[in-house]
Structure formats: structure tokens, C-alpha cells
């Protein structure tokens, strides 16, 4: 995917094992603030960074925390999410679009000091073109690119090997050279040593510590202008009903969920004096992924995913054998909307569902059809038995942390199990190191959607895959098929808006087919806040839309404090006035960073 970012750690707390709040115990839940009156707007978040590399990371947590200190060439607008000027204040291309020049802008500054040019993103692109390990977030960005140069400190000319439309939409983090060009093995390196880190976004990551905080401070100097909040707080939970509390007691001023709040905490913050409960169409899709029969690119077998579910129609089985409505009702209860294709209703150019003839529709009896087809027939206890004459039973990865799984995990023993089919739940609170080694058979997945949905696309492709079983490479499900390969190339070089919609929804329409992704749910983006320390902050989009994890900065920039005078539009949500014209969690880790892309939480890619 998003998909897109870095992140951020710390620098040092105000006093060792302090509370990150910087609430005092008996202060009123009004504004939060700290000891020298900064005001600190503290993000209850329920996911680990995977790394503080923007080369490295690929979890919404830490990809939104890296959209808060570092600009990329261009932003999205909150309101309609078309391109606008960020790092680049104009760009243009050359009548073939072979060519791309951008003017960067003059008025941004690295926060220690020095100017940020097109020399930085220059290096930034060139690094992820040479330097495989630099290119493990976002290489599929400049897979395409021929060369990458800077004639000048506000001009940036990048050459392609043939059209690619997302170039107004290259979601990649531009790091300062004099400081990253010091940097060994990309591969090994978390960015989570010195802090402050140097940035130039609307934030300063001056703080981390794992398993408890990330701490921003407002870049008084950002060219868009200031914060209003002095401080921001990302802080972890582990137990989301501890998060809620926290809210309601006012030790937080926003909570995120894991990675929505559940149907139960949300109903129980409605109506509450002080707390408002957003609840908008949600960027992300929840799916269950099936184990493809891992490969890495050289060819070599990864993992022990069972070869039952080599056979297309055993995949179509099982999710013939899923109950979608079930799903919604009960377990989601009606925060989500009903899946169908890859990408949510919410992005409504590239939204696709099956034709009637082609959906996966909810029939057990046809389930047990195409496994009898399949040669799967059940024995005398009423089990099905695979080619090696074992009863099946799959293994199904599950996020310790995420209520959805477990909850439709049951729902998958029982229906599946009427199927003659046993079904293991394996969650874990590192479901990372068992997916990127294989061994699994199926598995509980969901990404974040930018406006472009070009990187959410690109983690399926053969390229994606890892070289060798030793490396670790962009790929989400170890996929690898021709035809969607085809596909994708054909809709990276379309810049014919309609007709690269139309080769995205086909791509969709093949990865149904497949069966290797069962999309179940698109969930919406249920998140509380405070008023009393939140007078006002941009959704996205601006009418009903998401607050955290934003294809943005807009929520924590705009954020007005409530005891602020600043003005701010509207109820809820505060305008962004761009004036543009353009022509586009935390935390924490568990422990040790992994040199590797670790595999989401619930959440992914921004």
C-alpha cells in the first residue's frame, strides 16, 4: 500500500518513568497540560511500530507518525483528496510523461536548521532505486524510475522508463541527505538512536520508548505554519477497555481503538458529558488471506501452508462457507459494511463487487460440493480428509489484540466445522514472524487505502515476493500470478482516469477469482475524543471522514485546543484552508525492532 512513512521516537521524558500524560493525578479533564504549559494532546493507540525507518515501516501507526515529520513531494486534500502541494509547490510533465519536474519549495526547513532541497529528495528516491533494503516500504514507487536528479536546490527532474500515473501520488517520505546519507544498512536501521530526529514536517519526534509512548513536539517553523498544540502524545495500550477509561477520566484526549473502538465501548461513550464518538466511512478493508503456497522470487518453496488450498476450488469453499451478513450483524454490529471487493466503497472511481454469476455468495451446501469436486470427501467421523489421508485442519492466524478475529474466528470453527473441516485459532501478539516464515494456512489481514490505490495493489505482484527465503520483501500474501501482473503494469502506465479505474477493477475482479483474498468487511472509522481538550479537528474527508490514520497530516496539525481562541469552522471539524491550486499504532514495538518488515497489527499501511 498506503502504504506508505515514518515514524518517530523520542527524546526523553520529563522525568524518568514518568506518565507520558503529563496530566497531574488531580487536574481536571479539561486541557492537558504539561509542567511548563505546553498543551499536549495525548492519542490512545492500540498498535506497535515496526520500525521508526520510513524505509523500513509499513504499519499505519508508524506511517501516519512519518506523515507528521516529513513532507512528501505532495499531500492530499482533505476535502476531495485530489493533489496539492507539499515538499513540491508545482509540477509538470513533458508531452510523452517520460519526464516529471517539480519545484520544491524554498520556505521549508530541516528542524535543525538547514534547507531542505531538491537534493534531499533526489537522494531519497536514488537510495531506494540502488540500495534494496532502502527500497522494502515503498519500492514500488521507483520501480519505474530511470533517473532521479536535481539541477537545482528547487528543482527535481525525475526520468521514467515509460508513464506511471501515480506520479502526483508518490506517497514517500523525503528524508534530509546530510543526515540518512550516514546511515549503513538500511536493511538494520530503525532510526530510533538520537533524538530529536530531524524532520521537516508539522511535528519533531523528540521521544520513544517501547511498549509505552511516542513523543512530537510542534515544528514552530513548519512553512504551513505551527501546530496549535505544543505537544503530541501517541501511547499504548494493550487493553483497549483500559484505553476507553482513560478517555472517560480525561488521562487521554483521544482514542483510536484496535483498530476501531468495538461496538460496546462506542455505545457506551455515546451521550457521555465531554466525548464525542466519530463514527465515518472507514479507508480500510478486513479480509482472510489464504496461504498461496509461499514462494520467494527465485522459486524456492516458503513455509508449510497446506496444499489443499492449491486448489482453487477448495478456496472458493471455504468462503462460499463464510456468512458476510453474519459477520456485519453480529460481530461488527453494523460498524462496517459488507465486503466485496479489494478496495472500500469509500475510494467510489476504483470500488468494484462481483457480478452475480461470480460472487462467492453465502451457500454451505455448494461449499460441500466443490470440496467433493476437489477430491476432499469426508470420512466415517464426518471429516475431510486430504490427499495424505489426515483429517484437514487449518491453521488460521489471528491477532491477539483484535476482538474481530477471535470473535469471527468462532464463527469459522463452527461453519467451517459443518463443513467437516477443523479449523486452529493462532493468535498471537507477533503474528509477523510466522507470516513472513509461511507458516500458516490462512490469516486474518486488512490494509489502509490511500485516494491512489497504487501501492495496496503493488504488494500482490511477483516483484513483491522476497528474492531469496532468507530476505523479506513488500509482498502481503506471497501472491504471484501473470495475469494480474499484466494488469497492474497496464494500469500504472494508464493516465486516463476512467480507464485506469477500469484496469483497476479488474485487477479486483481477478484477485476474487483467485480466491486467495476474502474480503468480509469494509469497518468504519470508529474513534471519541474530548471536547474539553479538543475544541475542533479535521475529519478526512472534511464532511465524514476518518480522524486517525489520515492520508495526511490534517487531523493533529488542525487540532485546535479547547480553551484556544483560534477560530475554526464548524462543529467538530476544522477547515483546512489550502489555497492551492494543483494540477494529491504506537508504538511501540514489542521490544527489539526487526531489521525486516514485520507483519500489522489489524491495521497496516497508511
Known amino acids: 500500500m498506503s502504504t506508505q512513512e515514518q515514524h518517530s521516537r523520542a527524546r526523553r521524558l520529563l522525568a524518568a518513568g514518568a506518565a507520558i500524560l503529563t496530566l497531574s493525578a488531580g487536574l481536571a479533564p479539561q486541557q492537558a497540560v504539561a509542567a511548563d504549559g505546553d498543551k499536549v494532546l495525548t492519542v490512545a493507540v492500540a498498535q506497535s511500530v515496526d520500525s521508526l525507518s520510513p524505509f523500513l515501516a509499513s504499519r499505519l501507526l508508524s506511517t501516519s507518525i512519518h506523515r507528521l515529520m516529513y513532507e512528501y513531494l505532495t499531500n492530499y486534500d482533505p476535502k476531495d483528496a485530489h493533489a496539492v502541494p507539499a515538499l513540491a509547490t508545482e509540477w509538470k510533465s513533458s508531452s510523452d510523461k517520460l519526464t516529471w519536474t517539480y519545484t520544491i519549495r524554498s520556505d521549508s526547513k530541516w528542524s535543525d536548521g538547514q534547507q531542505a532541497t531538491a537534493e534531499d529528495a533526489a537522494w531519497t528516491f536514488n537510495k531506494m532505486m540502488t540500495d534494496e533494503g532502502a527500497a522494502t516500504a515503498n519500492g514500488s514507487f521507483v520501480g519505474n524510475f530511470r533517473k532521479v536528479t536535481a539541477p537545482s536546490p528547487t528543482e527535481l527532474v525525475i526520468e521514467l522508463k515509460k508513464p506511471q500515473a501515480t506520479m502526483t501520488a508518490l506517497d514517500v517520505p523525503i528524508v534530509p541527505k546530510h543526515i540518512w546519507e550516514k546511515v549503513g544498512d538500511f536493511s538494520k536501521f530503525n532510526n530510533d538512536k538520537d533524538f530529536p530526529v530531524v524532520g521537516n514536517g508539522p511535528f519533531v519526534l523528540t521521544d520513544y520508548k517501547p511498549d509505552s509512548y511516542v513523543r512530537l513536539k510542534a515544528n514552530k517553523d513548519f512553512w504551513r505554519g505551527a501546530p496549535k498544540f505544543d505537544e503530541l502524545v501517541f501511547r499504548y495500550y494493550k487493553d483497549q477497555d483500559a484505553a476507553v477509561a482513560a478517555l472517560r477520566k480525561g488521562e487521554v484526549s483521544f482514542v483510536a481503538g484496535a483498530p476501531a473502538l468495538t461496538p460496546a465501548q462506542a455505545a457506551s461513550l455515546k451521550g457521555e458529558k465531554n466525548i464525542h464518538v466519530n463514527d465515518a466511512p472507514g479507508r480500510r478493508f478486513y479480509a482472510l488471506a489464504v496461504n498461496p503456497g509461499a514462494k520467494a522470487r527465485n522459486g524456492q518453496k516458503i513455509g508449510d501452508g497446506h496444499p489443499s488450498l492449491l486448489d482453487q476450488r477448495v478456496r472458493h469453499a471455504l468462503f462460499t462457507a463464510v456468512d458476510r451478513k453474519t459477520i456485519i450483524d453480529k460481530v461488527f454490529q453494523g460498524y462496517a459494511v459488507q465486503g466485496e471487493g479489494y478496495i472500500p466503497p469509500r475510494f467510489s472511481s476504483y470500488f468494484w463487487k462481483p457480478a452475480d454469476q461470480q460472487e462467492l455468495a453465502y451457500d454451505p451446501a455448494k461449499a460441500g460440493q466443490l470440496l467433493d469436486q476437489a477430491g476432499y470427501k469426508k470420512n466415517g467421523d464426518g471429516k475431510r480428509v486430504g490427499k495424505d489421508g489426515k483429517p484437514i485442519n487449518y491453521r488460521i492466524l489471528c491477532h491477539a489484540t ?118 468480509m468487511a469494509y469497518p468504519n472509522a470508529v474513534e471519541a475524543y474530548r471536547t474539553d481538550q479538543i475544541k475542533s479537528i479535521t475529519t478526512m474527508p472534511e464532511k465524514a471522514g476518518n480522524i486517525y490514520g489520515q492520508d495526511g497530516y490534517w487531523s493533529w496539525w488542525s487540532a485546535t485546543p479547547a480553551d484556544s481562541d483560534a477560530s475554526s469552522d464548524g462543529s467538530g471539524s476544522t477547515g483546512v484552508v489550502i489555497g492551492v491550486v494543483a494540477g494529491a499504532a504506537v508504538l511501540v514495538g514489542a521490544g527489539v525492532f526487526f531489521a525486516l518488515r514485520r507483519r500489522a497489527t489489524a491495521e497496516d499501511r497508511e
Open 402 to 519: 483484535d476482538s474481530n478475529d477471535k470473535a469471527i474466528g468462532q464463527y469459522l470453527q463452527e461453519w467451517w466445522g459443518e463443513l467437516g473441516i477443523g479449523v486452529t485459532l493462532n493468535c498471537l501478539d507477533n503474528v509477523s514472524d510466522p507470516w513472513l516464515a509461511g507458516t500458516y494456512d490462512l490469516a486474518f489481514d486488512g490494509w489502509s487505502v490511500n485516494p491512489d490505490p497504487d501501492f495496496v495493489l503493488s504488494i500482490h505482484t511477483c516483484g513483491a515476493l522476497p528474492a531469496t527465503p532468507k530476505d523479506t520483501g513488500a509482498t502481503d500474501n506471497f501472491i504471484c500470478d501473470k495475469r494480474y501482473d499484466d494488469l497492474y503494469a497496464r494500469q500504472l502506465a494508464e493516465y486516463d482516469p476512467a480507464k485506469r479505474a477500469d484496469i483497476v477493477k479488474q485487477m479486483e475482479s481477478r484477485l476474487y477469482d483467485l480466491g486467495y483474498m476474502n474480503v
